[in-house]
Every structure is written in C-alpha cells, then in structure tokens.
T-cell receptor
Framework: DAKTTQPPSMDCAEGRAANLPCNHS???????VYWYRQIHSQGPQYIIH???NNETNEMASLIITEDRKSSTLILPHATLRDTAVYYC??????????????FGKGTKLTVNP | GAVVSQHPSWVICKSGTSVKIECRSL??????MFWYRQFPKQSLMLMAT?????????EQGVEKDKFLINHASLTLSTLTVTSAHPEDSSFYIC?????????????FGPGTRLTVL
C-alpha cells in the first residue's frame, strides 16, 4: 500500500496561495490521490482527488507530477477559515470492493492575518 | 451535496455504561459507512467498515464485541460502545460512501465526542 509523506506544519499569509506538498513515491498505477481537511473538532471535509491529470474545483487545485510520485494541493487565496489539518491520502483497495481511507498525520496549515 | 449527520454531537457517561452513536446519510442512500476514532492531537484511525445488511468488517486490534456496529438500513449505521471505560473517551467520526460516483468519494459526519468518567 502506498504511503504518503507530508510536512507536519506550514504557515501562510491570508490572501496568498497555500501550496501543500505530498510525497507518494510508492503509488501504484491505479491508485488515486485524495485530499481532505479537518478543521478543529469537526469531521474531515473532502477537497479534491486525482489520478494523473491536474484537477481544479471551487475549493482548490491539485497538481500531480508526471511520474505521480508527488503532488501539491493549492489553495489559491487562503483565508483564516482554511486553517486546518490537510490530509493527503492514497486510496487503498479493501476487501469486498469497498475502499477505505487511511489517514496519516497530515499538515497543519495555519493561515495568519 | 451529500450530508452525513451524527447524533449525539457529544456525550458524557459513567464508566461501565453503554453508549450508542448514530450516523445518518440525509440525502442519499449509503450501502457502506465507515467508523473512525480520533484521540487528541492524533489522526483518524479507521475502526470498521459497515455494510448495509451484513456484518461489519473490523480493523485489526478493534474489539468487535466492545464496539457493536449495526447498519440496518441504507441511511443509518449505529456504533455502540459497550461497557465504556475512560480509555474509550475519544472523538468518533463516521463517513458514508456515495454510491454511483466513479471515484467513491466519502462524506464525513461532524463527529461525536465521547467522555467516559
């Protein structure tokens, strides 16, 4: 199963772009990269996912390197409400065909005013 | 969008009692739900996968007789912590997989904070 490595913490100024890196050098060809975030004392929130192409939605952009060994989540204009722990997860196939998400320690992003 | 609710949002109980936590998918039917536990300043740990109409699949190290999971309908899964002890105090979070989506996105509930005295 592919594992991910993220920096434990990052800081970003409000209004600036936040770029959160993730290494997943052992990712296999059919595994997707997912990003979730968890604001303090709340359940995680899905942000975005991708396989090999770059993806963008209303929340963020996901840039995946050509060799798929790393990716970057970009919050284009960070706000104070984006302060949270961000988890980069590689989907692990589980028995019975249902997928389970294995959370690492994530990156604690602090957006400063 | 898909909404998952949990009830109660917090509960305090005495040691030795049992506590039931409900997880509901409000606007979709979920054949698969997941239960996680999160201790302070730690990451989420998957406890079990709950499938509608069948027995739950527990992760290694999780006592199935202590953490009873029932997924009797397509919109409700329950987690019962039996004979709770202070070490069971934690933040319990459920998630539901939205069927029909090609990428199997999971939506999470707001969590239930359990404190066992």
């Amino acid at each position: 199963d592919a594992k991910t490595t993220q920096p434990p913490s990052m800081d970003c100024a409000e209004g600036r772009a936040a770029n959160l890196p993730c290494n997943h050098s052992t990712i296999s060809g059919n595994e997707y990269v997912y990003w979730y975030r968890q604001i303090h004392s709340q359940g995680p929130q899905y942000i975005i996912h991708g396989l090999k192409n770059n993806e963008t939605n209303e929340m963020a952009s996901l840039i995946i390197t050509e060799d798929r060994k790393s990716s970057t989540l970009i919050l284009p204009h960070a706000t104070l409400r984006d302060t949270a722990v961000y988890y980069c997860i590689v989907r692990i196939p589980a028995q019975g065909g249902s997928e389970k998400l294995v959370f690492g320690k994530g990156t604690k992003l602090t957006v400063n005013p | 969008g898909a909404v998952v609710s949990q009830h109660p949002s917090w509960v305090i109980c005495k040691s030795g009692t049992s506590v039931k936590i409900e997880c509901r998918s409000l606007d979709f039917q979920a054949t698969t739900m997941f239960w996680y536990r999160q201790f302070p300043k730690q990451s989420l740990m998957l406890m079990a996968t709950s499938n509608e109409g069948s027995k739950a699949t527990y992760e290694q190290g999780v006592e199935k007789d202590k953490f009873l999971i029932n997924h009797a309908s397509l919109t409700l899964s329950t987690l019962t912590v039996t004979s709770a002890h202070p070490e069971d105090s934690s933040f319990y979070i459920c998630s539901a997989r939205v069927p029909g989506l090609g990428y199997n996105e999971q939506f999470f509930g707001p969590g239930t904070r359990l404190t066992v005295l």
